[in-house]
């Protein structure tokens, strides 16, 4: 690696939905810094920012990728991101990262949810931000709509280039069409410029021209650079202006931020980190302020695909990766002494979709485990859990697709085979009306026998209400040593369930009578006779089942709000509300847990994978009764479908 100063570095991230021509922006890059021989490309497998066997395989990127090099007097580092919304914290990992971000458009595709939501993001980071209209000489490409789509749903974009078969034209420099509208957009960044502007004065090319730049260094302006990846067509004059974006940088001490992690079968875990000041070298030890520890540093590398290149130092600006860091994680904040204040972690997204996996063989129940925390560590997006109550583990993801390429990981990785399931619905039971009974417990087997008698008053709770214990007894009718014994065993039956074996939430127990042995009572004798007592009011009592109520919020574009409230209906979702959310219809509604399941694939659809959602507990609601007898029989069998 060449001696490169921080002044040469520029970071940037290339972000868009799905099938825009993001990976082949960069490949045309690489192509065009003569980093590679030939263009590589996704389709046929020779990509270099999409190279891993499962991208290869599904001819999509689901990875953030890295390329370093130099392209000019420029040491550029590409980060090429994802288009799926399943793999959206990938995408703030590279947002994370960005010097300057660009947005990838297919003119002839809708924008997107991940270009919007990546438009949101970045701009929340602040970061230079520029378009780039790809395959702009595609049959049927009408410029003015595009533009018109683009204000609605960024604001202000202005045209940088134009292009004409393989001829880029500047706008600023020529009598194109769009040149008073970037004029315009360049004049009120500035009030003086506006104000001669506005004074019909003409503005110099090279005071407009600096203009531009002073506004795209701090967000103000937004440009649209046109251009034709496979050809070449439109790259340099897209990454003559990033090289020119003012990227301010100081501090003397080292100070990083891990925004990846992978796991390489030789190295290990790879981190990946941010130089945001200072210098770093092998041998040098950084604070890892999020965790409150030291960490020596190693070997360092930079990234090229699957390529990997040691280096001696990583200057300010750099991108690099770190090995064999014992305590530090994707998010951390490195620095070269204790101190404040720590960098923004990385805010990823709840996952949205869950799924219960079983290996096919109980030997591999361990490597499954450790291959989840593996997986977790590269995408931190994704979580997993055993959950105690139904005895399944449990994987959560952002969707269906999410989910299939992590299950798919852990064969290719870890050699395990899975199959999967529903997660089990956590349902309660709870009863309607109160009751009484009495559990008396009488054992004579010998010597000291086992005696126990109480009676107990059961009552319903409002939803939410918990339990409550109440010692109403008088005149020492059960000693009051006992009374806790007696709690325990409705305690225990509580969490064994009435009807369909799901724990019984939501009532007041007052034990208000009974009887004791003054020699053959115990603790266990009155703890089974608080068992059997508490059973016995329940059978009295209207037991009914509570499922979990799910509150969803669903964001859609206007034309298929129809469609999709009646999806949620079908679901038994019980609609509270509509409201315009910029450009879009927000649905709020409450939906039973258990009708969630494929949700995600079926919000994709409706709305051609436009509609997002996002859901929480609530809280638990009465099981329609013609459901709750499904329910049990699903209990008694042993499974939920």
Not at 138 to 144: A, F, L, P, Y
Not at 348 to 370: G, T
Not at 488 to 516: N, Q
Not at 537 to 553: D, G, Q, Y
């Amino acid at each position: 690696m060449r001696k490169i100063t921080t002044e040469d570095i520029r970071t940037i991230g290339i972000f868009g939905q799905s099938s825009t021509g993001k990976t082949s922006l960069g490949e045309a890059i690489l192509y065009g810094a003569k980093v590679t021989r030939r263009l590589g490309s996704v389709d046929d497998g020779t990509s270099i920012l999409s190279s891993s066997p499962l991208e290869v395989e599904k001819k999509v990127t689901i990875n953030l990728s890295i390329a370093s090099f130099d392209y000019g007097k420029t040491f550029l580092n590409i980060l090429d991101t994802p288009g799926y919304d399943d793999f959206y914290g990938e995408v703030l990992s590279g947002i994370s990262a960005s010097d300057v971000a660009v947005i990838v458009i297919d003119p002839l595709q809708d924008l997107g949810v991940v270009s919007e939501r990546a438009f949101s993001d970045i701009k929340g980071r602040k970061i230079p931000l520029l378009f780039y209209l790809s395959k702009i000489n595609e049959t049927g490409v009408d410029i003015d709509t595009v533009f018109s789509r683009m204000k609605s749903a960024f604001g202000n974009v202005v045209p940088m280039t134009a292009i004409e078969g393989d001829d880029v034209t500047h706008v600023l420099d020529s009598g194109s069409r769009y040149h008073k509208d970037l004029v315009e957009a360049i004049a009120e960044t500035d009030d003086e410029l506006l104000e001669r502007y506005l004074s019909d004065e003409e503005l110099g090319s090279d005071e407009l021209e600096t203009a531009f730049y002073d506004g795209l260094s701090h967000g103000e302006i937004m440009p649209v650079y046109m251009g034709d990846s496979p050809k070449g067509v439109g790259i340099e004059a897209l990454l003559s202006s990033i090289v020119r974006i003012n990227i301010k940088r100081d501090g003397d001490e080292p100070l990083g931020f891990v925004f990846k992690t992978s796991v390489d079968p030789h190295l290990g875990d790879i981190r990946y980190i941010k130089l945001l000041s200072g210098e770093l070298s092998p041998g040098s030890t950084l604070y890892n302020c999020t965790q409150n520890v030291s960490e020596r540093i190693n070997q360092i590398y930079i990234i090229k695909g699957k390529e990997r290149e040691e280096v001696e130092k990583l200057p300010n600006g750099a991108v690099g990766g770190l090995v064999k860091l014992k305590n530090t994680h994707t998010g951390d904040t490195l620095r070269g002494e204790k101190g404040e204040p720590l960098l923004p972690k990385i805010d990823f997204l709840a996952p949205l979709v869950s799924v219960a996996i079983i290996p096919k063989e109980k030997k591999d129940e361990e490597k499954v485990m450790e291959g989840l925390s593996k997986l977790h560590e590269e995408d931190p997006s994704f979580t997993h859990y055993y959950d105690t109550e139904t005895k399944q583990t449990i994987i959560k993801g952002r969707g269906e697709l999410h989910i299939d390429i992590i299950i798919n990981k852990l064969k290719r990785k870890y050699g395990v085979g899975l199959t999967t399931k529903k997660p089990r619905i956590h349902y309660r039971e709870t009863i309607k009306r109160t009751a009484e009974a009495q559990g008396k417990f009488k054992r004579q087997t010998g010597g000291h026998g086992q005696y126990g008698d109480c009676w107990l008053k059961i009552e319903p709770l409002e939803s939410g209400g918990g339990f409550e214990f109440k010692n109403a007894i008088v005149g020492g009718a059960i000693p009051s040593k006992y009374l806790p014994s007696v709690e325990k065993g409705v305690k225990e039956a509580m969490a064994e369930g009435i009807d369909a074996g799901y724990p019984v939430v939501d009532m007041r127990v007052t034990c208000y009578d009974g009887t004791f042995h003054t020699v053959d009572s115990s603790d266990i004798a009155f703890k089974i006779a608080g068992s059997l007592a508490f059973k016995n009011a329940c059978e009295k009592a209207n037991v009914t089942i509570l499922e979990p109520i799910m509150s969803v919020e669903v964001v859609v574009p206007e034309e298929y709000l129809g469609d999709v409230m009646g999806d949620l209906n079908s679901r038994r979702g019980r609609i509270l509300g509509t409201e315009m959310d910029g450009r879009f219809q927000k649905i709020k509604v409450h939906i039973p847990e258990a009708e969630m399941f494929g949700y995600s694939a079926s919000l994709r659809s409706i709305t051609q994978g436009r509609g997002t959602f996002t859901q929480e507990f609530s809280h638990y609601e009465e099981v329609p009764r013609e459901l709750q007898e499904k329910i049990k029989a699903q209990s008694k069998s042993g499974h939920q479908d």
